[in-house]
């Protein structure tokens, strides 16, 4: 508990500090025109005021955030649920592997962003498109995972369970999915954090709403403590999505790292 | 083997304790330990379990401060890590990044030795481990026996005074074991050093000490002191091996 | 992972040779097929019309560049931004590993920076500045930024206790000790980091370009999507895959060269 506390201590300190900085940088020696770098005092402002204020862009933060976040866990959640036991089957049936691993090498080298354009072709501009790319690379990476997690199954532990004359079936659920565990989590955190990301890079490209849209509409007015503003909030809600799912890590994979 | 006592220990360590902390637990690993060591003298440390013997080690070496009494080099109170001591660990330590050859060097190209004296020394250490042809290689290829012996060859390569073994064969298998004792044995009629040896294992004790000593576990402890006097290189089933085996076996209470 | 695991090693490559082209077929089936009719088809070209305006591609211009030139574009930019974050990043990681000053210096600063995703930069980058290059560059810096100093910054620190000792016995200063010890420690982490961000920095090009540009692959989707030129979009989408591959698999080889004495899992 000792240590926690001091990191804690550490990370409020060097956060202090920084805002110290800015503050001196800022309102006190004025290296910077407001324009490029407005006070940290004026983007607090602008973020309080921006929970409840509509302008400039048509919507408060509040509509902007359930906005993206509905998006990022909607098409998540998706790609997850399909992803995972995908990734689990193609690791764990020869057949399977060998007919969908070719395909799936294919499109993996693909980064998510560049599917925008051609989901934004198929549904149009609204939230389908947005979800669909979220989903394509929340499944990809979660596939990857699962199957890397499956295929890391322990020889020695499949022998052990075969022993106790365990049916393929029983060992796949009693022996490699919990093994496999770890790597699944990995693939999850990944596509949060990928899935979060991608989804603020689709906001700007072609949204009317959500955070991405918010900092991109902030841009083009100019408005820098606006878009400051909005990178502090998607990268808090990206720590919190982050934190949440190493709350669930940790309840469900227990004392996993005994080797 | 010459018991002068009027010459100096070149290793004293007088009452040394040491405790780690831990979160409001402390554990004392060291208890009182006093201990001296002859020059060319070779000295067996003998002890079941994992508690002191490498704490002890680090100690003499300079890597660790003891938390009470004091250890002597050469005359000298040990402060820090001394080139004047050579260290062979039993997980060999050696570094990956370097061939047999560069890790053998490292010692003397610390001290900016000249590239050719330097590698004429190391080859030699290379010839005397029984290595000759490897220089090139990389850890990662070698066995580890072989790692081993490149091991006590860096050790050798920096000219210490004394040798410190922490169980160095600890991680070998049986076969290999007995090759390696075999190795050192020869190594050290040859290139005559203070040597310090830690092991859990009686027969190599037996097999290469002049001097054991006997240390309890947790805390650590001299337990008793015994004298090898047995010929070189001795064999294991030798009726003196045999007694002294006995005897080592009753103080530990192994047998009754 | 069932029975038939043991098979013949020659047997089971051209059992999965066979398969993975048998895939590849089924799929250019399905979808040629799909191309074919009704509502999707009408925004789905075939995948011989696809293949063929890749490969014309190379010979005629998108916009006003051939492929091989977009390609180029995207390539310079990712690796002039990647290029600085290296030069950034691996000395500040390597600094706040080695010197307690430097952590309590720079730490604040870059645990701020750390958090915050890759894309979200855009915005603050163009107003900082501008629409062109140097926004891009300056996109790219930071996305691979993090990863890189984070991955540096843990080899060194991590560097093994045992060894550092052994160096410190054989009489190594504390200088010799960074050279000789801890720098190549670090490097099989270093190159963990350079490939995580490499294929962090890929996709802030292809955003980049796809925000604000006149040339490069992410142009290329961009482009086509305005137009509804669907068989642009995937061939620009074909082109970004590839090349991505291409670099990360040859960012694997050099660390396999560089990092061949690495003991994994000893």
Known sequence: MKKRAKYLLLSLFSLGLFIFAWYLVTDILHTFPAQALPSPTKVVLTLVKKFTKKAPDGGTLFQHIWASLKLALYGFSLGAVIGIPVGILMAWYRKADLLVTPIFHFLRPIPPIAWIPLMLVFFGIGQTAKAAVIFVSTVTNCILNSYIGIKQTKDVHVWVARTFGASNGRILFKVAIPSALPMVFAGLSLSMNLAWMSLVAAEMLAADKGLGYMIQYARMMARVDLVIAGMVMITIIGAILNRILSAVEHAVVKGRHMQ | ?256 | MNRKKKRSFAGSRTEALVYGILSLVILLAVWHLVSLGGRIGKFFPSPFLVIRDFANAFVHAIGRNTMLEHIFFSLRRVLVGFGLGVVVGIPLGLVMACSKAGRAFFMPLFSIVRPIPGLAWIPLAILWFGLGEQSKYFLICMTALVGITMQTFFGALYADPVLIGAARMLGAGKFQLFVHIILPSAIPNIFAGLQGSFAGAWCAVIAAEMIRSDEGTGWIIFNGMNYANTAQVIVGMVAIGLVGLIASTLLKALERRLCAWNIQGK
């Open chain 2, 1 to 256: 083997m010459e018991h002068s006592g009027k010459v100096a220990p070149i290793i004293e360590c007088r009452n040394v304790s040491k405790t780690f902390k831990n979160k409001g637990n402390s554990l004392e690993v060291l208890q009182n330990l006093s201990l001296s060591v002859r020059e060319n003298e070779f000295v067996v440390l003998l002890g079941p379990g994992q508690c002191g013997k490498t704490t002890l080690m680090n100690i003499i070496a300079g890597l660790e401060p003891a938390t009470s009494g004091e250890v002597f080099f050469q005359g000298e109170r040990v402060a820090k890590p001394n080139p004047k001591l050579g260290m062979v660990y039993q997980t060999t330590a050696l570094f990956p990044w370097l061939s047999v050859m560069k890790n053998v060097d490292f010692g003397p190209r610390m001290r900016h030795m000249p590239r050719k004296e330097r590698r004429e020394k190391a080859q030699h250490f290379i010839d005397l481990v029984g290595l000759t042809g490897f220089e090139k290689a990389y850890p990662i290829k070698l066995s580890g026996g072989m790692r081993q012996r490149v091991g006590i060859a860096r050790a050798y390569c920096n000219d210490p005074a004394v040798l410190l073994m922490d169980e160095p064969f600890g991680h070998l298998d049986a076969q290999t074991r007995y090759s390696m004792q075999d190795a050192i044995e020869r190594i050290w009629s040859r290139e005559k050093r203070t040597v310090v040896f830690i092991t859990n294992n009686i027969e190599e004790a037996i097999f290469l000490a002049d001097r054991i000593v006997l240390l309890t576990n947790c805390p650590t402890n001299v337990k008793k002191e015994i004298l090898v006097d047995l010929p070189r290189p001795r064999d294991y089933v030798s009726r003196g091996f045999l007694k002294i085996r006995e005897d080592i076996s009753k103080i530990f209470e192994i047998t009754k």
